[in-house]
């Protein structure tokens, strides 16, 4: 209480503070803008440096390469609104094309196969939810232990073998409508999807209210277990269907994929302005975020710098989208 | 009166924000004396503590010690000059042993710069054996020890830095009788040794057994300092409680009539061993205030209604028909809202908007397909703004940049939106302005007047004599005594809280 800078009443200078302060916070609100012009900049930058990359062919490369993680971060974000974390989402994606594939070598129709799989992607990571809220486990550690079972348990019904899939749930991954990759478009409908649900309905805001404040969400009647039970099963669900997308490209299920995805998911997340204390973040920043982490990806290859200076850039710019952020929030 | 002055406690005063905590205060501590300092809650107590232990730096006026002018510059400057805190919630390291929480940051070493556990267990035994304490091993760890054995390693480690003034903020709040003799025969082989004593209670007949000197403070302001041999219990209650209040505001007193069915009934609710067989009728439009001393027990009365906690034993029977209260989404369903005690802890989100806090618990009721009606939202938002007169630049502003008052009209409007058959309101005026406050009373008495039935915590017993029809005062736990307002003023409440200790402790 000695210090914290709390703003002492001054009557006279509260109304022209009031002013200041609601225009400084709208800038803040917009945290979404700021992800928006770092990546136009990035994207004028990279587009100067190589004739290639506003090519539409490459556009679409770009957009199908961050296609999956787009995907997952929506799921992802929402976890982390609720002050929860997900380590789990590449093992479960590996896990989920594994049970495509077998449901799709049974000789289910296409649309068996999906709707199957997503409710399966659903239950398992229902699973994390319980353990998060009933058994009362720190989401990280049940999480991490998730992604060990997940991995573990594809690897178990493969043998670690690939297994090569004959039915046309490999649209998912390798089809296209127009000239348009179907993992674009999927990425678009649940990115717009999410949204809408963040931002209109009940759940969406319950899943903020429970981040701002668990105790005061409880107290006002929502049920704080069912809410974040809910989005470890919406998580659950995107995994099952990036994993369809995933080994539907290979039309090959590897045991294997998606190692190493929960950190790119998280570092979307991040970078498009959601903050791991909860309550706070938005699906169209998220998405912006994947944007980012994709151009940069793609901007490498095109210019030709080596695979490894990638990862170190992803990094960069995780830690420096967050220092930013965690700067300007200071000052405010 | 004192013949070597410790401490001298000149003209301090102290403010935060919206509130002047500690006003020119001013009295003196002398060698090897026990000097119970008094008041009721929001007295200044804590403040006054926090200052002489060097964690607050008074606003004006000096500390001497041995008579020379001292300023502290933070706690461990306020330890190396001999002043030592022994806080309520007790800040030992719980894994740790006994001798490693005495010497914590100054642990013994032997030659070979390995930290000297022979050494360290002799002069901790010492230590405690100086205290008349026995049954403490020095290589116990602390989290097996008893609250009581707790604080005898504070008190020891308090020594050990050659602590001349101890203070100790409420020592006997959670210890049995029996426990309290033991810390009351260690405060004698203190005095014995010097060490002076401030002691900071509510407990009349405990202060009255140990203290040398009782001093009072009330809303801040030094009042009086008695020898206690001179003075009684009564006179010191009185002291306590003489505060002017406003009586502008006035709500006549609702009688219950008898043929009156209550809204709600509550019959021998017992919860952990904060509840213990509570029993109470709330009717229709009534004001009924639960008072008491903090940690009395009353909020968490109101939190097994509420069902934030499940009752162990009880009924609880809402509107003639008997409920759980297994969750706050069962309890708000049928019609119950709660205000809680610190709004930002437990009410506010407070990076969401003024809206989003307003509507949050009657979403259900504008939501189509799980949808939210957006523009009637925004109605309802809007409308309770104005009626309550929440000061905000706007709906969409975010809760958090709103002033302690308006932050809590916006919990009310929160559950009028509901309208609620039953009401609870804890501390509602906490940490709110005058003005704001004044305000808050017109909104619950015109509920109240609607026919909603308020039980109204508060430690403020003039918003309890203002506001309630009925009284029920808390002590330890149970309800001690119920009173119409009528009856009531502030003496016989203070002393219902207050008398009666050895009851519950004896068990």
């Known amino acids: 209480m000695t210090s914290n800078g709390l703003p002492k009443p001054a009557k006279d200078a509260a109304a022209k503070d009031a002013g200041v302060r609601n225009a400084l916070l709208k800038m803040v609100k917009q945290k979404e803008f700021s992800v928006f012009v770092a990546l136009v900049l990035l994207c004028t930058v990279v587009s100067l440096l190589s004739p290639y990359f506003l090519g539409v062919q490459n556009i679409f490369n770009v957009l199908r390469q961050f296609s999956v993680i787009g995907i997952l971060a929506v799921g992802q974000a929402l976890i982390i609104i609720t002050s929860g974390i997900d380590l789990s989402v590449g093992s479960v994606l590996g896990l989920m094309g594994v049970v495509a594939a077998l449901l799709a070598g049974l000789g289910l129709p296409p649309a068996a196969v999906f709707v199957l799989t997503i409710l399966l992607g659903a239950m398992v990571a229902s699973i994390n939810g319980l353990l998060v809220t009933k058994a009362r486990i720190n989401p990280f550690i049940v999480t991490l232990g998730m992604m060990s079972i997940a991995r573990g348990a594809s690897l178990l019904i493969t043998g670690g073998m690939p297994i090569s899939i004959e039915n046309d749930i490999t649209f998912l991954g390798s089809g296209y409508i127009g000239v348009v990759p179907v993992p674009v478009i999927i990425m678009f409908i649940v990115a717009i999807a999410g949204h809408v649900f963040s931002t209109k309905t009940l759940a969406g805001r319950n899943i903020y209210a429970v981040g701002n404040n668990e105790r005061a969400a409880k107290l006002s009647g929502i049920r704080v277990d069912k809410v974040k039970v809910m989005v470890f099963m919406i998580m659950g669900a995107l995994c099952a269907l990036s994993g369809m997308i995933v080994s539907g490209t290979l039309k090959t299920a590897e045991p294997s994929a998606g190692a190493g995805y929960e950190m790119d998911v998280i570092a979307a997340v991040v970078i498009g302005g959601t903050s791991l204390a909860g309550g706070e973040g938005s699906i169209v920043g998220v998405i912006l975020g994947a944007a980012i982490m994709g151009v940069l990806r793609n901007s490498f290859v095109l210019l030709g710098v080596s695979a490894y200076w990638q990862i170190v850039a992803i990094g960069v710019v995780t830690i420096g989208a967050v220092a930013l952020d965690s700067l300007k929030n200071k000052r405010d | ?479 001690a005594g119920e009173l119409s307002r009528e009856n009531a003023n502030q003496e016989i409440i203070m002393e219902y809280a207050t008398n009666q200790m050895n009851k519950g402790m004896e068990q």
């Not at chain 2, 005898?152 to 006997?172: C, H, Q, W």
């Not at chain 2, 005095?191 to 203290?211: C, D, N, P, T």
């Open chain 2, 1 to 479: 009166m004192i013949e070597y002055v410790l401490l001298k406690i000149d003209g301090i005063s102290k403010s935060f924000p919206g509130v002047k905590a500690l006003d020119h205060v001013a009295f003196e501590v002398g060698k090897g004396e026990v000097h119970a300092v008094v008041g009721e809650n929001g007295a200044g107590k804590s403040t006054l503590m926090n200052i002489l232990s060097g964690v607050y730096a008074p606003d004006t006026g000096i500390l001497c010690l041995d008579e020379k002018e001292i300023h502290f510059k933070d706690p461990r400057h306020a330890q190396e000059n001999g002043i030592a805190m022994i806080h309520q919630e007790l800040s030992l390291a719980n894994h740790l042993s006994v001798m490693e929480n005495i010497f914590l940051g100054r642990l013994k070493r032997n030659k070979l710069g390995l930290v000297d556990y022979k050494q360290m267990y002799k002069m901790c035994r010492n230590e405690l054996e100086c205290l008349g304490v026995n049954d403490i091993e020095p290589d116990m760890l602390i989290k097996d020890l008893s609250v009581s054995q707790m604080q005898m390693v504070e008190i020891a480690k308090a020594l050990s830095l050659n602590a001349r003034l101890i203070i100790m903020d409420e020592p006997t709040s959670s210890i049995t009788k029996k426990e309290t003799e033991m810390l009351f025969a260690a405060i004698r082989s203190l005095k014995q040794r010097g060490v002076s004593i401030l002691y900071i209670s509510h407990r009349m007949e405990e202060i009255f057994e140990i203290a040398d000197n009782i001093t009072v403070l009330r809303d801040g302001t030094y009042i009086k300092t008695l020898k206690s041999i001179d003075t009684t219990p009564k006179e010191i209650v009185s002291l306590m409680v003489g505060r002017e209040f406003n009586r502008a505001f006035n709500r006549e007193v609702r009688k219950v009539r008898e043929d009156e069915k209550p809204v709600l009934e509550v019959k021998g609710l017992s919860y952990g061993k904060k509840v213990k067989d509570v029993s109470f009728k709330l009717y229709p439009g009534e004001i009924l205030a639960l008072t008491g001393l903090v940690g009395a027990g009353r909020s968490e009365v109101v939190q097994t209604l509420f069902g934030v906690t499940r009752k162990d034993k009880g009924q609880i029977i809402f509107n003639g028909k008997e409920i759980e209260a297994r969750t706050p989404t069962e309890t708000i369903g049928l019609g119950m809202g709660l205000v809680p005690e610190g709004r930002k802890t437990q009410g506010l989100f407070l990076k969401m908007k003024v809206r989003d806090n307003i509507t949050i618990t009657n979403l259900p009721q504008i939501c189509s397909m799980q949808f939210i009606r957006k523009t009637e939202e925004i109605k309802k938002a809007e409308d309770y703004v104005a009626r309550l007169r929440i000061k905000t630049p706007g709906i969409e502003q975010q809760v958090q940049y709103l002033s302690g008052g308006n932050q809590q009209k916006t919990i009310i409007a929160r559950w009028l939106l509901n309208s609620p058959k039953v009401l609870f309101l804890d501390e509602p005026t906490h940490g709110v302005d005058v003005g704001a406050k004044s305000e808050i009373y017109e909104i619950i008495n015109s509920l109240a007047n609607e026919g909603v039935g308020i039980v109204l915590i508060s430690s403020e017993l003039p918003e309890v004599l203002t506001l309630a029809d009925r009284i029920l005062v808390m002590q330890n736990g149970r309800i």
